[in-house]
């Protein structure tokens, strides 16, 4: 193990917020490895890349000897984390919540050393307490604490409903600390309020409180809205290796510089020393090579090179049959795959990144010709061909 002023610079590094550091300085004065608690709810089945903001973290402090206990939310998922939400969100089924959390640790230990990680459910103490129980843990908050946060805040002002197993969420997350005896929780700042009530409650319950360590919420590839599947402006760390690269050449230069910051250890004097297109080539490199191989990322990059660099077209586009003669092109969009609802190819069509052959189509109800086979492609990396068969 390291020595504690080498450790503290290690979870410092790209941190938010360390509550209280004077506090981890005590505990790593034991020099007794520490529990490190990190919890996620299984509420979509993949991750992405603002996700391995947290997990990079975790796996520095896995490095330097402390035991990283992996959390897995499938009672609290068939809750509901109203953390951002706007309104109350709907539970997830138990066989959702199974579903997911198998994805979950298929993804996750592309980054964690799964051997060096403990896996636990909270559903196997939560499902065990009794009325009372909940009832004494909810007598340790007020509403008016509840209150604080500002989703519920918002919505309070707003008039929009709180339900009142939403104001359960931080104590049922809090009681996962005590349970576990957590010396240090690990989060988005998002999570902030939700990992501060653990420290109250481990109080309460006579325990040593936790320490918070919060870290930054990764921008999507817009650069503007935090990293979101519902948004579209997310790279999954399963999305095969092109999409990868790919996504990550598309990012402005001053986000390139946040996602090196955020998810490597580069220093960021080489990366401004460097030319923009080869320090993203570089990020974009090292980000497939993390989640799949040092081959796969040199293929990746000989593709796009091909597909972008010299006007080539990729190799083996898919092929996609209709059994109309003349489609309308934002429904060829849709239909082919190329985009989720007509709404969004109507976008797609109107920011001009729909292409016919290599023509820029403007007119969301103009008729493309199937009879004959064209390539359709969709910004620069979707790719099919269309027919008529």
Request: with cysteine.
């Amino acid at each position: 193990m390291k020595d504690i002023k080498a450790q503290l610079d290690i979870i410092k590094r790209s941190c938010v917020e360390l509550i209280p550091e004077d506090e981890l300085t005590e505990k790593l004065k034991r020099g007794k490895p520490l529990k490190v608690k990190w919890g996620a709810d299984p509420s979509a089945p993949d991750i992405h890349l603002g996700h391995t903001v947290v997990l990079n973290k975790l796996r520095e402090l896995q490095n330097l000897g402390h035991e990283i206990i992996f959390l897995i939310g499938d009672f609290t998922a068939m809750i509901g984390d109203p953390t951002g939400k706007s309104e109350t969100r709907k539970p997830l089924s138990k066989a959702e919540v199974k579903k997911n959390s198998k994805t979950y640790q298929d993804q996750v230990f592309k980054i964690l050393d799964k051997k060096r990680t403990k896996v636990v459910y909270n559903s196997h103490w939560l499902s065990k307490l009794k009325i009372g129980d909940v009832i004494n843990l909810a007598g340790k908050y007020t509403v008016a604490r509840m209150l604080e946060r500002d989703d519920f805040m918002n919505r309070f002002e707003k008039e929009r409903p709180i339900s009142i197993h939403e104001f359960l969420y931080p104590l049922i997350q809090g009681y996962d600390s005590v349970h576990l005896k957590a010396d240090i929780e690990v989060g988005g700042t998002d999570q902030k309020f939700n990992m501060l009530v653990g420290r109250e409650l481990q109080r309460e319950f006579k325990e040593e409180p936790q320490v918070i360590v919060t870290l930054p919420l990764l921008e999507g590839t817009d650069g503007v809205q935090k990293m979101s599947k519902s948004l579209n402006n997310y790279i999954g760390i399963t999305e095969p290796p092109s999409e990868i690269y790919g996504k990550t050449m598309s990012i402005s230069d001053d986000l390139m510089l946040r996602y090196y910051q955020l998810l490597t250890a580069v220093p960021l004097h080489e990366v401004k020393a460097m030319h923009p297109k080869e320090a993203k080539a570089r990020l974009a490199r090292i980000l497939v090579a993390r989640f799949y191989s040092e081959d796969k990322a040199q293929a990746a990059e000989a593709a796009f090179e091909s597909v972008f660099a010299k006007g080539n077209l990729p190799e083996n586009i898919k092929l996609v049959t209709f059994k109309e003669k003349k489609m309308a092109i934002a429904k060829l969009v849709v239909d082919s795959g190329l985009a989720s609802s007509t709404s969004e190819a109507r976008r797609l069509i109107k920011q001009g990144g729909v292409r016919v052959n290599d023509k820029a189509i403007s007119d969301e109800k103009e008729m493309i010709d199937l009879s004959t086979e064209k390539v359709l492609n969709v910004g620069k990396r979707k790719f099919v061909r269309v027919i008529c068969a």
